[in-house]
T-cell receptor
Framework: DAGVTQSPTHLIKTRGQQVTLRCSPK?????VSWYQQALGQGPQFIFQ???????QRGNFPDRFSGHQFPNYSSELNVNALLLGDSALYLC??????????????FGPGTRLLVL | AQSVSQHNHHVILSEAASLELGCNYS??????LFWYVQYPGQHLQLLLK??????LVKGIKGFEAEFIKSKFSFNLRKPSVQWSDTAEYFC????????????FGGGTRVLVKP
C-alpha cells in the first residue's frame, strides 16, 4: 500500500523564480492538502484540493497556487519566490475533504531553499 | 483567529521517566484534536486523535491524551518513555466551523537520554 509520495525531495531556487512541487496521495485517497513548515515551527495550512477544485485556503498570497489532476495527484506552484518561502512543504492526503471524520496522512515533504 | 499553543519547545528526560506535553487551543466551539509525531528523518505520523466521546484517548506506542474542555487543553502523556520516543511532537486542532484545515502548534522537541 503506497503512502503519500512527494517530489522532488530537495530543491534550490533563487529569488523571483517559480517552483512546482508534486504530490501523489495514499492509495484510495481523493483529497490533498498542502502545508508549509518553516524551520522550528509547526506546519501551516496552505490549501486543500478535492474533486480537482480548491476547497479551502489558508492565509497565503496568490503567489501560491495549486492543481489537482483526475488521478488525485496534486501540484503546488509558487511564483515570484521570496527568501521567506524557504521551508519544508508537506502534502497530506485523506479520503474525502471532511477531516472531522477522516485522518490525514503526510508525505515526507519537499525541502525548498530560496537563495 | 484560532491558535494552538505548545508551551514547551524542548524537553529532555531520561528513559523510564514520565512525559507530559501541554497543548492549549483558543476556540470555544466544537473541535477535533490530534497529536502527531515526527521521528528523526521520518514523516509526520498520527499518534492519536479525539473526535468525541471519552475524553481520555489512547494512541499508539503507549501514548494517551486527555481532552479537558473547560481548560481548552489536550495534553499528551506517556508513563515511561524510551529512547525511541525521541522526536518532535505536534498538537493540531480542527475547528469544524472553520472548514477542513488543521491548525498546528509550534511543536515540542523531546530528547530521551538512554
Amino acid at each position: 500500500d503506497a503512502g503519500v509520495t512527494q517530489s522532488p525531495t530537495h530543491l534550490i531556487k533563487t529569488r523571483g523564480q517559480q517552483v512546482t512541487l508534486r504530490c501523489s496521495p495514499k492509495s484510495g485517497h481523493d483529497t490533498v492538502s498542502w502545508y508549509q513548515q518553516a524551520l522550528g515551527q509547526g506546519p501551516q495550512f496552505i490549501f486543500q484540493y478535492y474533486e480537482e477544485e480548491e476547497r479551502q485556503r489558508g492565509n497565503f498570497p496568490d503567489r501560491f497556487s495549486g492543481h489537482q489532476f483526475p488521478n488525485y495527484s496534486s501540484e503546488l506552484n509558487v511564483n515570484a519566490l521570496l527568501l521567506g518561502d524557504s521551508a519544508l512543504y508537506l502534502c497530506a492526503s485523506s479520503l474525502g475533504p471532511s477531516l472531522s471524520q477522516e485522518t490525514q496522512y503526510f508525505g515526507p515533504g519537499t525541502r525548498l531553499l530560496v537563495l | 483567529a484560532q491558535s494552538v499553543s505548545q508551551h514547551n519547545h524542548h524537553v529532555i528526560l531520561s528513559e523510564a521517566a514520565s512525559l507530559e506535553l501541554g497543548c492549549n487551543y483558543s476556540y470555544g466551539g466544537t473541535v477535533n484534536l490530534f497529536w502527531y509525531v515526527q521521528y528523526p528523518g521520518q514523516h509526520l505520523q498520527l499518534l492519536l486523535k479525539y473526535f468525541s466521546g471519552d475524553p481520555l484517548v489512547k494512541g499508539i506506542k503507549g501514548f494517551e491524551a486527555e481532552f479537558i474542555k473547560s481548560k481548552f487543553s489536550f495534553n499528551l502523556r506517556k508513563p515511561s518513555v524510551q529512547w525511541s520516543d525521541t522526536a518532535e511532537y505536534f498538537c493540531a486542532v480542527l475547528i469544524k466551523a472553520a472548514g477542513n484545515k488543521l491548525t498546528f502548534g509550534g511543536g515540542t522537541r523531546v530528547l530521551v537520554k538512554p
